[in-house]
């Protein structure tokens, strides 16, 4: 039985892609201990061999272009095709694509499909479907959350909108080959990270009589086929999600019957790994640190702790809030003691967007500095109406990201400022943030290998702006490092982006939770760092116990 943590050096590129995709800091309530070994799991169903993954967050659709939530994000990767898998460290492996190259200017990739690849209908997977998928994607005639991912390739316009029906330049060569242009020469693995991460692939055949307006709202989703790993059999909203396993999936048939993906409150996880009723936890979701000590030592349960890119933040309202007074805050929390004592030290405290071991990381932003005193007279001296009562937005179900909230409470009081928390269900919290109906609000990201993958949320215009920024030179400077081929220039431009974040502080960057992975010793195989943990960690890989 593995019991370990994984130390930083192993993911200097930790990868957990989710490019401008929110999540909440996941964490747990008090509650009695759990029974000291794992009971005996029933794990048939009707003589089937079942598999039970459990996630906290909710689903919001099957529809992949037309989210941004991970909780989608997990079950769509069981049912659609990406062309790669992204690994922890950086590097990549196929998927859909068994290979890939780039031209020697570095503005045309190359992808060679698997041939193998069908959808669950028994139709093949072929280059149409990729280009019909991309078309989609950047379509004039709906406005897709992640048709940004678009603005790369040639014939799209900076929103990654085409420019004129089916412009984006994506074609297929062949039945299984397919070719993307980019607007310019960009580093590849830029792209690879920012594009596959979850550029999934959807069914040209099934889908291309339905208009692109019409598209997100079709009956499709409600009982999509796809060509991954599992087929989808039935769902209860904001409850599971059932699979029937793909035995003829072109990686590899999966080593259970079914698959059950299930909501489950992060108070409840470690409970449902010891009775046996959850076999998994999902990517996106982590223990409650109040559990981990326990799962550690009950026997049947195999624990990691995996440092990551992974980043909370409490997003300022720069319309509410000035630039000298959001200084002062900065320097007025103290996030030593979020990390010691509402982490119990399986974290690490953040100065931005990229942790301390990114390898873009820009160590003139150091050192985290905790000066209360600058701070309340920093205050003082901005002549800001202190009076005011100030709206702190935080998430149900998240007890780390609540308590984290009473903490900075606490702080910004010793500065003089009037906080009123407010709690709310996280896609309500998620709606009043866009709309800038707050003053704070926590919100996390995943973080990435890509040093701009925080670009989008201090972009002018895009939908993840949640701090109301105005002033577009974030952005620019963002977008034109994500455009640069030169990993050097990449580097300056990067650096001047860290620093203009810690100055303009429209986020206030405050610690980096590890991981804290768990699932049933009845489950081996699921490959160990690096790999794709973005996902699902490759179920098709997995082997499972009677």
């Keep these: 039985m593995l019991k370990k943590t994984i130390g930083k050096g192993a993911v200097v590129l930790a990868l957990l892609l989710a490019f401008a995709s929110p999540l909440f800091a996941g964490g747990s309530s008090e509650k009695e201990a759990a029974p000291a070994q794992a009971a005996a799991t029933t794990t048939t169903r009707n003589g089937e061999k079942v598999v039970t993954i459990a996630q906290i967050g909710n689903w919001d659709t099957f529809m992949p272009m037309n989210t941004t939530n991970q909780g989608s994000d997990n079950i769509i990767d069981l049912l659609f095709e990406r062309l790669m898998i992204i ?16 031209n020697e200017t570095s503005d045309v990739i190359t992808y060679h499909l698997n041939e193998n690849a069908k959808w669950h209908d028994g139709e093949p997977v072929t280059a149409q479907d990729v280009v019909y998928s991309a078309q989609v994607a950047s379509s004039a005639e709906y406005a897709y959350p992640r048709r940004i991912r678009m603005q790369y390739f040639a014939g799209t316009d900076e929103s990654g909108m085409e420019l004129s029906p089916d412009s984006v330049a994506v074609k297929a060569i062949d039945d299984h080959t ?52 599992c087929i989808f059999e039935s769902q209860i909203s904001g ?57 550690c030592n009950t026997p049947g349960i195999t624990t990691e702790s995996i440092p990551s890119f992974k980043y909370q933040t409490m997003v ?19 996030k030593d003691v979020l990390v010691q004592s509402l ?18 990381f820009n160590d003139a932003i150091l050192p985290i500095e905790y000066n209360p005193e600058k701070a309340k007279e920093m205050i003082a001296e901005s002549g800001f109406d202190t009076s005011k009562q100030l709206v702190m937005l935080t998430s149900t179900g998240t007890d780390i990201g609540q308590k984290t909230a009473v903490l900075i409470q606490q702080d910004l009081q010793k500065i ?8 709310l269900d996280f896609p309500t919290l998620l709606t009043n943030t866009r709309n800038g109906e707050y003053d704070f609000s926590f919100i996390g990201f995943q973080g990435s ?15 993840n702006n949640f701090s109301q ?22 580097h300056e431009l990067m650096d001047q982006y860290q620093v203009l974040i810690k100055e303009q502080v429209p986020y206030v960057y405050l610690y980096s939770q590890n991981i804290l992975f768990a699932h049933s010793d009845r489950i081996t195989g699921i490959p160990e760092p690096p790999v794709d943990l973005y996902a699902n960690k490759c179920v098709w890989l997995w082997k499972v116990a009677d």
């Design 343 to 360: 982490l119990m030290g399986e974290g690490r405290k953040v100065a931005g967007p990229l942790t301390d071991d990114h390898p873009y």
């Design 416 to 423: 003089g400022l009037n906080i009123q928390i407010q709690t």
């Design 449 to 463: 290998v890509d040093p701009t993958e925080s670009v989008p949320n201090v972009t002018v215009g895009y939908l």
């Design 469 to 490: 920024l105005t002033d577009p030179t974030l952005g620019e400077i963002g977008m034109e490092s994500s455009l640069v081929v030169d990993p050097e220039e990449r």
């Design 87 to 102: 690994k922890t460290d950086g590097t990549f492996e196929p998927r859909l694509a068994s290979s890939w190259e780039v």
């Design 178 to 229: 397919v070719e993307f242009t980019l607007k310019q020469p960009m580093d590849p693995t830029i792209i690879y990270a920012l594009i596959n991460r979850d550029f999934y692939i959807i069914p040209y055949h099934l889908l291309k009589d339905i208009s692109d307006a019409d598209l997100a709202a079709d009956r499709f989703w409600q009982n999509p086929v796809g060509a991954g790993p």
């Design 316 to 334: 300022v309202n720069t319309q509410h809030i000035p630039q000298e007074v959001r200084q002062a805050i900065n320097i007025a929390i103290n």
């Design 239 to 295: 409850e599971r999600v059932e699979f029937k396993a793909n035995k003829d999936y072109y990686l590899g048939a999966p080593d259970f019957d079914r698959l059950v993906y299930r909501i489950v409150t992060a108070p409840n996880l470690l409970a449902g790994l010891v009775s046996g009723e959850i076999d998994v936890i999902s990517a996106d979701s982590s223990l409650p640190l109040t559990d981990w000590e326990a799962a």
